[in-house]
């Protein structure tokens, strides 16, 4: 600032050096299923319906009136009037899953999704389709290229196992084999997590025996998975009643409790709207068989309404049991290496050290004072360590910096017990 020459008092910004990290977004859901065909005939426009080639890549939805126009869904409930031939109207159906599930999201507090389609409601889906084309960007593969993306659904993926001109139930093995796909996908990127539905029509009992068709407990896979019981009855987007899996509910009130509380905050104890029935009604018993095999269930509680009782993924480790937790160390993860690149190619000594412990302190400081991590002050709650300890000559000469973090993040209190004991009244005192 130029020396002042007139009287006053004068204002000088300076910055303070520390590079600030912010969090990434936690609320983004990717669904994929079956939509509709796009006509011939599409109008161009920024706003115009998808084509066939753009519905099969994610695109960004904001609002349920916008995947309505953008996927041609207006007209569906007259075209579902219309078609009189089985197989025909079976493939029209097959498109509702999908819109049910953003539906869904939407009523239950979600703001932003994107949307995969497949374009043939009529035939199966295999694991390749599903898994799809990274320079295509088709399937799953095209999510790799959008960040944002916290938590994958497939609320077709039932039907996905069979052609519509089929009668036959859902395959249970071809079903597991694409919830498999889904969780792999997850899993190698770390940053989001795969909500997952039971096979349709299924009792306690069999949901308890599918369980064992998917990745065991003890590993890396069963982390990212969650598994949501029972499927719902909703009033349908076309007026119609149905029952539809969970998945696209769940994933608004997961962005819903990241809105009002924060991604460290279990999705649970948290009202269904846009519900109207459970399938099925479970027993306290039954409920915790399935809480034991991680799978978490929706319940109906008397003056409560209905529920999510559940916030675990299958996994049977202490450290990623539940869902909130893999969810938050996720975020601090991808957080701390998007904000952090300009480090790259700096010089690698104590500057660039004192540097990132600064940074990485604050941000972990913040999250602490918004209840995320546990412990009475900020060393209780994590540790920063990036010095000569762990940055010996070798690793320098190698290229790297190495920063270790640890974490003590809040687990949600699924256990709340009362100790009540009756006190006998004691006789009055005497004379």
């Not at 426009?45 to 939805?61: C, D, K, T, Y």
């Not at 089985?86 to 539906?103: F, H, I, K, M």
């Not at 039971?198 to 990212?224: I, R, S, Y």
Request: glycine fraction near 8%.
């Amino acid at each position: 600032m130029a020396s002042p020459k007139v009287p006053g008092v004068y204002v000088t910004e300076m910055s303070s050096g520390v590079r600030m990290i912010v969090g990434v977004g936690t609320s983004t859901p990717a669904f994929l299923g079956y939509t509709k065909p796009s006509a011939k005939d599409v109008p161009d426009g920024a706003n115009a319906p998808f084509s066939e080639a753009e519905r099969q890549v994610p695109r960004q939805i904001s609002s349920w009136r916008e995947f309505v126009f953008r996927y041609s869904m207006e007209g569906l409930s007259e075209e579902l009037v219309e078609a009189k031939d089985p197989v025909e109207r079976r493939t029209l159906e097959r498109c509702l899953a999908l819109a049910e599930a953003v539906y869904g999201f939407f009523a239950n507090g979600g703001t932003t999704c994107y949307v995969v389609g497949f374009t043939h409601p009529q035939n199966a889906v295999s694991v390749q389709d599903l898994n799809g084309d990274e320079e295509s960007r088709t399937g799953l593969a095209g999510l790799k290229s959008v960040p944002e993306v916290s938590m994958v659904a497939v609320p077709s993926l039932w039907d996905m196992t069979t052609d519509a001109s089929s009668e036959a139930a859902p395959d249970h093995a071809e079903g597991a084999a694409r919830m498999a796909a889904v969780v792999k996908h997850c899993t190698e990127q770390r940053d989001r997590l795969a909500i997952l539905d039971v096979p349709p029509g299924q009792d306690p009992g069999q949901v308890k025996t599918f369980t064992e068709k998917l990745a065991a407990p003890d590993t890396d896979d069963a982390a990212f998975t969650t598994l949501y019981y029972p499927w719902v009855k909703v009033p349908g987007v076309d007026g119609q009643e149905r029952t539809v899996p969970p998945s696209g509910h769940m994933a608004g009130i997961w962005a819903r409790t990241d809105t009002e509380r924060g991604v460290f905050k279990a999705p649970a104890n948290q009202n269904l709207r846009g519900v109207t029935e459970l399938l099925t009604v479970l027993t306290d018993d039954q409920h915790g068989e399935l809480n034991t095999e991680g799978v978490n269930c929706l319940r109906s509680f008397p003056d409560r309404g209905l529920l999510v009782w559940g916030a675990r993924t299958r996994s049977s480790s202490r450290d990623w049991k539940y869902l909130n937790v893999r969810r938050l160390v996720s975020c601090l993860g991808d957080s701390i290496q998007q904000a952090t690149t300009w480090a790259v190619f700096e010089p690698n000594d104590e500057t660039l050290w004192k540097s990132l412990r600064q940074s990485i302190t604050s941000f972990l400081t913040d999250q602490w004072r918004q209840g995320a991590l546990q412990g009475r002050t900020p060393d209780e709650a994590f540790y920063v360590i990036c010095d000569e300890t762990n940055n010996k000559a070798e690793t320098i000469a190698d290229g790297k910096v190495i920063c270790d973090i640890g974490v003590a993040p809040v687990r949600p209190a699924e256990f709340v017990q009362f100790t009540i004991t009756q006190i006998a009244g004691q006789p009055a005192p005497t004379g």
